[in-house]
């Protein structure tokens, strides 16, 4: 069957036995296409939310790191005993002494 302007215009196109006999294949395409545009937009708000997890992660590992310093600074002899000597604590200059309890 040929297909000429006047027959589209006139709508025999839609009348035609191809046109009818192929629309569950158009509808099943269509709804294809419907699939694949919903799982692209999921898909790239999954994507989305691993690239925030993935900042968050690398900014958090650069917390641990920051903390970790501080804690290994801060416990360090010098620095506890610069802390604590306002308070009246100081390290023994001395060497340790042993003592010896003897009991009768």
Known sequence: MK???KKVVQGDLLLGGWLRSNVLLGLFIVFLFV???TNRYNIEGTVKDIEKCSKDIKQLHQQHIMMKTRYQNSSMMLVLSEKLEPVGVSVSK???KEV???SK
């Open 94 to 96: 001395e060497p340790i």
């Open 3 to 5: 297909w000429n302007i």
């Open 100 to 102: 010896i309890f003897i």
């Open 35 to 37: 699939l694949y545009i």
